[in-house]
Every structure is written in C-alpha cells, then in structure tokens.
C-alpha cells in the first residue's frame, strides 16, 4: 500500500444511478507545482492574483459515504466551473484528458477547493497525468477540512514519496533488516514460477495505440466478459478497422473484443459498475455471467449487437434475440413487442432469426425466468449496500432454508430427532449470522431443506406433499 497523500480536488465528475445522479461523485486530484510558504499564499489570495500552477495527478471516488459526499457537494458546489476543452484553465497548463472518461465535466480554482487524504495499492507511472505519476485502486481517506488549500503535497514531495516506495527494500537492508547474504542455488533447476497477476486471458486488452475510429458507443460504459466470441460475418469484418481482429482467427477473445468496443467509442471497466451500461458475453455460461444473473442489476448482451452497431455505423436498438439476459424492467418492456420466446409480434424476422428463435424455444421450453426473494432485496438496495453484501460474511444471503424436525402435538421434538432443539437454534444462528434466512414453513421462496440425515427415510416422506404441491402450481421448488 501507498502512504497517504494529501491531495487537492481541481475537478470534479457527475454521477449516475439512483442515489449519485446528476450531482459532482468523483473527483479529479492535483498536486501544486511547487510547495509555497505563508507569504506566497496569502499574495495568492489576493483579488486578481494569478492561480499557482497544479499537475493532474489521479481520479478518485471512493471511501467517501453519502453524508460526506453531500456535505462536499454543498461547500463547493459555488466555485465549480463548467470544463471547456477549447477554455482550459491557465493554472492547469494546457492539460488535455486523452481519455474521454478523464474529462471532468467541472473545474475548480484550488484556492476554493479541498484537500482529500487518498492512498491506494502503489504509485505508478502514468502518462495520463501531468505529474507522470498516479496512484492504482485510489481511495480517499479522510477529508482534511483542518487543511488550508496550500498544504497540499507538492510535485517534489510526490516524487520522494514514489522513490522511497521504490528504495524501500534497499534502506531496508542498509539498516541491517534484510540479509545480504546470497543463498546457495541449487544443482538442479525447477522450472520458473510464473509471474503473478491476472491471467492473460482475464487481463485487460492494451488499449494503447487503438485509434477510436468513430463515436458509435460514446458516452456508453461495457464491461466484456471472459469468453470465446464468435467471429463476425464477412460484410461487417471489412468494416473493422485493420490490426483489431485476426482475418484468420476461428474466436475472438475477451482482449479482442475490448478493442472492437473502445475503437468505436465505447470505454471499458473490467468489472461492472453503477455507471457500465453493457456486459457483453459470449453465452449464458461461466460462472461470471451466472452470478451476474443471479444480481439481476445488469443487461447482458450478445456480441451479435455489437457487431450490428458497427457495421450499421450507429446504435442499434435491442431486440430480445441481442440479450443473454435482461434486467426485470428491460423484460417488462421486452414484453409490450416480444412472445416469451423473443419473436416480435409485428416485425418480420430473416431465415437466421427464425432458426435462432426455433433452438430458443427447444431450449427453453417449459423454463420460467425465476426470480428470488435475494434477487428482488438486491434491487431494492442502493449501490453501496449491494457492494456491502458481496462478501465472504454474507455467503449464504441468497439462502431460505427450512429446517424440518419431527414436532409432537404438544410442540416438544419427539423421540426419533437425533439433533436437539439447542443444536437446531445454533444452526438457524449460524445461517442468520452468514446472511441467510430462517423459514418456518415450506413455500416457493424456500431454497433449501435441511434434515437430519439422508437416511432418514420417514423426515423425507413427511416433506414430499408439501414438495409436490408447489410442483402442481407450477411454483419453484427447494
């Protein structure tokens, strides 16, 4: 991890989604160009002083909650000024974002600004910001309002900072912590260890050198998902752009279609946000797409689309045969114009939409969307919350389980339970603890059934009429 830098707001960006819409979320970081003492920043204060210089440095949006944020909001929300790529302020020396996502859509003078604590995994070379540098994975720390504007870290000390990072190891060993002392190799060599990080079929695609050739996706957010992607027809693969997809190749890879997407003005996030628009996927399968569908927050759509986008030159409409799945509202809609099997009820359809809509139908034949009590909870949370409950202490969120004893009439368990009442209240402890839900009877919202043991014959014959009567109504089943 980084050390904490104190670093001041010089620009800001809109959000999106229910709770972040419409207002400055994210913020671009700068650092001054040089430290100034007392004098030099009271002579800057002074009414037409010029502004001191500031380098970009990174972009932040996280670590902040909503109170926070709004408070922010309001003390800054006087000084913002609309950002003009043809009007860049003098203070920031003709910076230009290379990238449409570094664009901020507001400005700020850093004297009327703030100074927010960020650190993050490692300081990194980077070309995207006036310092050279910026930091991986930034997140702000504290907000320093016992801060003046000027305190802020300087372009000298950012570089220590970096070159102390970097020496550490060597300091380390000047101060005697580490041994200097060379081990002895062995005789016989083991084949290298493989350097760590993503796979390469996971990884991102260099996106580097790939021109945007036209603003078909501008302003749209994908997120490609790992996969084999078909390769596209003949008459849309010559309007791709040369040295993006392999003439000879039988699929097209993750890193590939990345490229498709950002050479037509799409940006690219490695994993869904509040803000991604798309997720492409090569199919219904993975565990990826499986999880994502279980969320139900996300449209995921064929590569097919994609490439009808390019090669109409434009954003084409969805149809319902383009979705590996659609969101609850997106089906709602899917509806007023599609049958359950994505014919359109007025369009006419070519011999290969017909082929595809006739394998759907053989598929899914008899399969209904089945939405859970989980689905509908997550959707009804802000994004914040959804984050929250993806971790390892909420594993079993998504479970309702019954939990089957053999009662008396009196109530008492009777003689044939093998597992006692205390044993089952730290079970059903256990599942609340994790996340999941406790049920008292059986019903469609009921995922699993637990008993004492698969032995017991008769626990099983007293659950199958309950079982086989959500199977008559058509009901999902534990």
Not at 81 to 104: A, E, F, G, M, T
Request: proline share 5%.
């Amino acid at each position: 991890m980084t050390t904490d830098l104190d670093a001041i707001i010089i620009g800001g960006f809109y959000g999106t989604g229910r709770r972040r819409s419409g207002n400055v979320s994210v913020f671009l970081l700068g650092v001054l160009a040089r430290s100034l003492d007392e004098r030099e920043a009271a002579e800057a204060m002074k009414p037409g002083a010029p502004c001191p210089e500031v380098y970009t440095f990174a972009k932040v949006g996280t670590g902040y909650n909503l109170d926070e944020l709004d408070q922010m909001r309001q003390e800054l929300e006087p000084y913002w000024q609309p950002w003009d790529d043809d009007n860049i302020p003098s203070h920031l020396n003709c910076w230009k974002p290379q990238k449409s996502d570094l664009r901020p859509d507001v400005w700020i003078d850093p004297r009327h600004s703030k100074i927010l604590e960020v650190y993050g995994f490692e300081l990194s070379f980077s070309t995207l910001y006036q310092t050279g540098l910026t930091i991986r994975f930034p997140r702000c720390k504290a907000i320093r309002n016992d801060k003046e504007w000027c305190q802020c870290i300087d372009l000298q000390d950012l570089n220590a900072a970096r070159g102390s990072l970097s020496t550490k190891r060597a300091s380390e060993v000047a101060f005697g912590q580490k041994s200097t002392t060379k081990r002895v190799k062995k005789r016989t060599t083991i084949s290298a260890r493989r350097p760590s990080g993503v796979l390469q079929g996971y990884s991102r695609a260099d996106l580097n050198g790939i021109e945007q050739e036209r603003n078909v996706f501008e302003g749209k957010e994908f997120c490609v998902l790992f996969g084999k992607y078909e390769t596209p027809p003949p008459n849309i693969a010559s309007t791709i752009p040369d040295g993006i997809v392999d003439e000879h190749a039988k699929q097209l890879s993750k890193q590939t279609v990345e490229k498709l997407v950002h050479s037509f003005g799409g940006n690219i996030v490695q994993n869904p946000i509040e803000s991604t628009i798309y997720v492409v996927a090569a199919g219904d399968a993975g565990f990826k797409v499986v999880n994502l569908k279980k969320q139900g927050l996300y449209n995921i759509v064929h590569i097919r689309w994609i490439f009808k986008c390019v090669a109409a030159s434009r954003l084409v409409s969805l149809k319902a045969s383009d979705f590996v799945f659609a969101t609850a509202l997106q089906r709602e809609i899917l509806a007023r114009g599609y049958d359950r099997y994505g014919d359109h009820f007025t369009e006419h359809v070519n011999p290969e939409e017909l082929k595809r809509i006739m394998r759907d139908v053989c598929v899914n034949v008899g399969k209904e969307q089945e939405v859970s009590r989980w689905q509908i909870q997550i959707q009804d949370l802000t994004m914040e919350e959804a984050e929250a409950m993806d971790c390892p202490f909420t594993f079993l969120s998504h479970c309702v389980v019954y939990f089957h004893h053999c009662i008396r009439p009196d109530g008492s368990f009777a003689a044939e339970n093998t597992v006692t009442a205390g044993e089952t209240m730290f079970l059903e402890q256990q599942l609340r603890l994790y996340g999941g839900t406790v049920a008292h009877e059986i019903d469609s919202c009921v995922t699993h059934i637990v008993i004492e043991t698969a032995s017991h014959q008769s626990q099983k014959d007293r659950l199958l009429p309950a079982i086989r009567n959500l199977r008559h109504h058509g009901l999902p089943e534990p």
